[in-house]
C-alpha cells in the first residue's frame, strides 16, 4: 500500500509475553493525519501492538521487544529516548473510560502539572481548547470543580480523550475506546474521531467491523500475532486478499 | 418421629445456639462495660483529670498518664506513618516478584505475629542500652513504632490495591512518571484506606502497656512530660499499677482509668470506622 | 528527574528493607543475650529443671514451669473461643442474613479492640470473684479466669477467619449438598466445615500464638508463681509475665537474672515463630488447592 508520509512505523517487529511470542515480525507504516484500524480477534496481539507504541508494555514483567518502532522516523526504544517525552508526543485512550478521581478541571491539566506547568492562565485556556476539541466544553463548562466520576460514561471517555489532547500529541493510540459506551455515546467518539483525524494521527483497536469500515482509512487484520492483511479500509472490506482475513471480516470466526 | 423431622430438630437447635455464640461474648463485654462505668465514674471529675499520681488513692490523678499517653501517640505516628506507608508503596508499586519480595513479605506477616512484648526486650537492649536514651518518651514510641509498623504497611498495601490498575495506565499514558503516578494519583486515592490503617494501628499502640513496661516506662512519674527526652508512664501501665494494688480504692481509680482509655481506644475506632465508610461512599470505581 | 527517580525508589526500598532489619535486630537481641545466658546455665538445666527461681537466693532455671502456665492459659483460652469462634462462623455463613452480618461483624471486632489491660482487669475483679462462687478452691489469682478472658478476647480472631475460610469454599459446593436435601447444618458441618478446614486451622493456629504471646491479662489475674502444673485453679506464672514481673523490678543490667528475661523471651519467641510460619505454610498450600 502506498504510504504518503510515514507517521509510525514497525521494522521486523518481534514480542514477547515471557516465552509467549505475541507478536511475529510485524512490518508496517502508519500514514499521518489519517486513522489507522487494528482489527482482529481477540488474543491477536493487536492491543499489545498498539501498546508498543507509547511503550505502555514497559511495566509489565517480563515483556520484552525485538526490531524496531519509529516514529517520525526515530527509533523510540533506543536508551536516549525519555519515556515520558514520547508519552507526550503520543497520548492514548483505553478500552474502558479512566478518569482519575478529581475535578474534571484537574483530570484535563494533569498533564500539564506534572509537567510541572503552574500558570493558571495556560492551564485554563488549556482546560477549555482541549475539552472543546473533545466536544465535551458545552456539557461540562459549568462544572469543572466536580468530581470527573460523576460524569456518564460517555462524557467519561470523551473526557480522557481531552486529557490526552490537553498535552498536545501528534499521535493518539485508542484502546477499544468505545467498546464499554452506548451507540449514542459511540456515535459521538467516533464523530469525534473524524474530527480529530485533521490535526492528529490517530491508531484505534477495534473489535467491531462496522466500526472500522467507519472511522478508519486504513485497516491492518492480525490474527494469532501475525499481520496479515494491511489495505485500504474500502479495499480490504470489499476485495480481502487473505481468506482468514474474509472469514473474520465476514463473521466465520473471532 | 422421622429421621427428617430429626434433622430439622437439631438444625433448628443449632441456629439457637449460634444466636447465643454470637452474643455471649458481646453481652459479657457489656456486662464488663457496665460494671467498669458503675465503679468508676463516680471517681471521674476535672480533680481526676488533672492531678499528679499520689500515693494516696483519693487524691492521685492520671494527668500524667493520659499525658504521656498522647506524647506517645503522637510520636508513635509521626514515626511509623511516613515509614510504613514508604515501605507499603515500595512492594505494592515498585517491588517486582522477585525471591527477595516474597522474603520481605513473609518477613512483615512474621513480624505481625510477634508479641507486643518481644518489641519491649528489642527497644529495651536497642533503644534504651544500646542507644543509651533511658526509659524516655522517644525510646517508648521507637518501640511502639516498630510494633505498629507491619499493620500500617500491610494496610497501606491494601488500600494502593484497591486503587485500579487503569489510573495508573491514564497516569503513565500522559508522560507521568513512577513516582508521579504514585504521588498524584494512588496515594490521594488510597489515602482514606491508609488513613484508617494508620489509625487502627495507633488505637492498637494506645493500649500497649508490656513493651512499654520492659523498656523501663515508670509508674510513678511526678510531672508532665515535656519533651521526647522526658520520662513518662501511659494510661495502661497506670491502671496496671492500681490493679495490682490491694487497696479497693485503687481499684476503683482503675476503673475511672479504664474509662478515660476506653474513650480514647473507642474514638479511635470510631474515626478509622468512619473514615473507612466515607471512602466506601466516595470513591466508586 | 530520572536521577531524583532512583533517589525516591531508593528511599521507598530503604523503608521496606527496614523490616528485615527489625527481624535481625529482635533475633539478635535475643540470641546474644541468651547466648550470655547460657553460658552461665547449661541448657540442659535450662530444659530440664523443674523450678523457675532466678530472683531467688537459690536459684533455680527451669523453663518448664513457665512454659506450663503459658500452655495451660492458652488451652483455656483455646477451649473457650475456638467453639464459640467457629460456631459464630459457621452461624453467619449458613443462618444469618447479609443485614444482620454487616450489623454484627463490627461488633464482635470490639472485643478484639479492647487493650488488654483492661481485660485483665475484667478476669482479676468479675471474672475470678464470680467464678469463686461456685469453685470453691479458686485462688484470687488463677489460670482459668486469665484464660476464660483471653479466649473471650480471641473470639473476633477465631470467627472473623474462620468466616472467610468458609465463605471461599466454592458456591457450588454449598447448593450440591442442599440439592441432595442436605439440612443446613448438615451442609454446614458435613461439608463447608470439611472443605475450609485448613482456613479454620490457620485460624486456630494464629489464635494460639497470639494467646501464647499475650502479656497483661495473665500479668494482672493469673499470678506470678512460677509452677510446674496443669491446676487451672491456683496462682501460675506465664513466660510473658516472668518478663514483665523482672521489668518491674530493680535487676541490674548485665546480670544474669537480667539475661533471663531475654533467655525467657528467646523462648517465647521460638514458639509464636513456629506457629505464625506452620500458619503460613498451611495458607499458601490451601490456596494452591484452590487455584
Partial sequence: MNIKHSKLEAINLDAYYGDFHALKSINIAMEEKAVTAFIGPSGCGKSTFLRTFNRMNDYIDGFRIEGQILLDGRDIYTDDVRVDELRKEVGMVFQKPNPFPKTIYENVVYGLRIQGIKDKKILQETCEKSLQQAALWNEVKDKLDKSALALSGGQQQRLCIARALAIQPSVILMDEPASALDPISTAKIEDLIYELKKDYTIVIVTHNMQQAGRVSDHTAFFYMGELVEYAKTKTMFTSPKDTRTQNYITGRFG | ?285 | MRVQEKIIEGLLWLSAAITILITVSIIWVLLSESVLFFSEVSIVRFLTEKEWTPLFAEKKFGIMPLVAGTFLTTVIAIAVALPIGLTIAIYLNEYANARFKTFIKPLLEVLATIPTVVYGFFALTVVTPFLQSFIPGLAGFNALSAGIVMGIMIIPMISSLSEDAISAVPRSLREAAYGMGSTRLQTAFGVMVPAASSGILVSVILAISRAVGETMIVAIAAGQQPRLTLNPLVPIETITTYIVQVSLGDVPHGSLEYRTIFAAGMTLFVFTFLLNNLSFWIKKKYQEKYD
Avoid at chain 2, 245 to 257: C, D, G, H, K
Fill in chain 2, 1 to 285: 418421629m422421622t429421621n427428617s423431622e430429626k434433622n430439622r430438630r437439631k438444625d433448628k437447635a443449632f441456629q439457637v445456639f449460634g444466636i447465643f455464640c454470637t452474643f455471649i461474648g458481646l453481652v459479657v463485654l457489656a456486662i464488663f462495660l457496665i460494671d467498669i462505668v458503675i465503679e468508676g465514674i463516680g471517681r471521674i471529675d476535672w480533680d481526676f483529670l488533672t492531678s499528679l499520681p499520689s500515693r494516696r488513692a483519693a487524691r492521685a490523678g492520671i494527668l500524667t498518664a493520659w499525658a504521656g499517653t498522647i506524647w506517645i501517640l503522637v510520636l508513635s505516628a509521626l514515626i511509623a506513618f511516613p515509614l510504613g506507608i514508604a515501605a507499603g508503596v515500595y512492594l505494592e508499586e515498585y517491588a517486582k516478584k522477585t525471591k527477595l519480595s516474597n522474603f520481605l513479605e513473609i518477613n512483615i506477616a512474621n513480624l505481625a505475629g510477634v508479641p507486643s512484648i518481644i518489641y519491649g526486650l528489642l527497644g529495651l537492649e536497642l533503644f534504651v542500652r544500646i542507644m543509651n536514651l533511658g526509659g524516655i518518651l522517644l525510646a517508648g514510641a521507637l518501640t511502639l513504632s516498630l510494633l505498629i509498623l507491619p499493620i500500617i504497611i500491610v494496610t497501606t498495601r491494601e488500600a494502593i490495591k484497591a486503587v485500579p490498575r487503569t489510573i495508573r495506565d491514564g497516569s503513565f499514558a500522559l508522560g507521568a512518571s513512577k513516582w508521579q503516578t504514585v504521588w498524584y494519583q494512588v496515594l490521594p486515592a488510597s489515602f482514606g484506606g491508609i488513613l484508617t490503617g494508620v489509625i487502627l494501628a495507633l488505637s492498637r499502640a494506645v493500649g500497649e502497656a508490656a513493651p512499654l513496661i520492659v523498656i523501663g516506662a515508670l509508674a510513678y512519674v511526678p510531672f508532665v512530660p515535656s519533651s521526647p527526652m522526658d520520662e513518662f508512664t501511659v494510661l495502661p501501665i497506670q491502671i496496671f499499677n492500681w490493679t495490682s494494688r490491694p487497696q479497693a480504692a485503687f481499684l476503683t481509680n482503675a476503673a475511672a482509668a479504664i474509662i478515660i482509655l476506653l474513650l480514647i481506644t473507642f474514638l479511635l475506632n470510631g474515626i478509622a470506622v468512619y473514615l473507612r465508610h466515607r471512602q466506601q461512599k466516595k470513591i466508586k470505581w
